[in-house]
């Protein structure tokens, strides 16, 4: 007899967490070279909200009800648009340069979807 072995997803996995985690640690190393009013400012506010992107993916992954996950995966969406809103003035007060702006960006916008997704398999994999 061939015991089945059910595989259960891990946080890790996670498409959406995976891009939010590697570009939280990004936007950290690039805000981390600033003078010090800029990382004081603009700095903390933008890792905090690129920070509250996978930090919101794992709480909702770790809660137990659907309602419940959904909610912190919707928190999620919102610090995006913060996190572009931050990106945004960044450029525009020539703290990040054009390369460092656009990687950023190509990043945030893949989130959207990706969350979307998970809040899509969330409703149709769990009943409560």
Do not use: C
Request: aromatic share 12%; charged share 30%.
């Amino acid at each position: 007899m061939v015991m089945e072995h059910k595989r259960f997803l891990k946080l890790r996995d996670v498409e959406s967490y995976k891009i939010a985690f590697h570009l939280s640690n990004y936007v950290w190393h690039v805000i981390i070279r600033w003078d010090r009013f800029a990382r004081g400012t603009l700095g903390a506010q933008f890792v905090r909200s690129v920070d509250s992107i996978s930090a919101n993916l794992a709480e909702g992954f770790g809660r137990f009800g659907k309602k419940d996950k959904i909610r912190f995966y919707r928190i999620a969406l919102g610090s995006v648009t913060e996190s572009l809103d931050w990106n945004q003035k960044s450029k525009v007060r020539k703290l990040i340069n054009q390369e460092a702006y656009e990687h950023i960006f190509s990043e945030l916008m893949k989130l959207p979807k990706a969350i979307n997704t998970q809040i899509k398999t969330t409703n149709e994999k769990l009943t409560t």
